[in-house]
């Protein structure tokens, strides 16, 4: 069972996640790069898993992503 301060620090590392996901996507599109949840992951240093989980829960980064 978690604590209120347990479910605080694992809110605020998706919300970190999001974000660094949001800003892989931005910088691939800048550099014309081909935009793939693994290229995303690797971007924003974050696991393949973690990407996946956020981009496929997220319309606004699905639409971005190409997906085989």
């Not at 069972?1 to 605080?8: G, I, N, Y």
């Not at 605020?12 to 996640?17: L, M, R």
Request: no cysteine.
């Amino acid at each position: 069972k978690k604590t209120e301060a347990a479910w605080r620090v694992a809110a605020g590392k998706e919300d970190k996640s999001i974000e660094k996901i949001a800003n892989a996507i931005n910088i691939l599109k800048l550099y014309n790069k081909k935009i793939t949840i693994y290229g995303v992951a690797k971007e924003a240093g974050i696991s393949y898993n973690t990407a996946k989980k956020h981009i496929m829960n997220s319309n606004y980064f699905k639409s971005s992503i190409e997906m085989k």
